[in-house]
C-alpha cells in the first residue's frame, strides 16, 4: 500500500511563510507527477501546482511567484514553499501523485490526508 503523508501546516500572520511537506511512502517503483491543492470552506477543491519527475512546472497564476513546489526525487517527497501568505490562502491543502507500486504495471493516484492552513492576523 502507497500513502502520502503530509506535514508542515499551522497558523501564520499575514506576509508570513510556510513549508509544506508530502512523503510517499510504500512499495513505490515510480511517481510521475506531483502536484498540490487546496480547498477553502464553501469552494472546490484548487490545483495549485504541477511538478513531473523532470520538466516543466505549472501554478495556478494567483500563487505563481509566491508559492514554489519542489521535489526530491530520492525522497518520494514533494514541497510547498509558501511565501507572503495572505488570509485568502486560508484552506486544507493536500499533495497528490500519480505512482507505480511495485509488481504493477498502471499508475494510481494517491491523495494525503490535508494540512490545515491559516492566515490570520
Known amino acids: 500500500q502507497v500513502q502520502l503523508v503530509e506535514s508542515g501546516g499551522g497558523l501564520v500572520q499575514p506576509g508570513g511563510s510556510l513549508r509544506l511537506s508530502c512523503a510517499a511512502n510504500g512499495s513505490i517503483r515510480s511517481i510521475t507527477f506531483m502536484r498540490w491543492y487546496r480547498q477553502a470552506p464553501g469552494r472546490q477543491r484548487e490545483l495549485l501546482a504541477i511538478i513531473p519527475r523532470d520538466g516543466v512546472i505549472n501554478y495556478l497564476p494567483s500563487v505563481k511567484g509566491r508559492f514554489t513546489i519542489s521535489r526530491d526525487n530520492a525522497k518520494n517527497t514533494v514541497y510547498l514553499q509558501m511565501n507572503v501568505l495572505k488570509p485568502e490562502d486560508t484552506a486544507v491543502y493536500y499533495c497528490?501523485?500519480?505512482?507505480?507500486?511495485?509488481?504493477?504495471?498502471?499508475?494510481?493516484?494517491?491523495w494525503g490526508q490535508g494540512t490545515q492552513v491559516t492566515v490570520s492576523p
Open positions: 497528490n501523485a500519480d505512482v507505480l507500486r511495485d509488481g504493477s504495471s498502471l499508475y494510481t493516484e494517491y
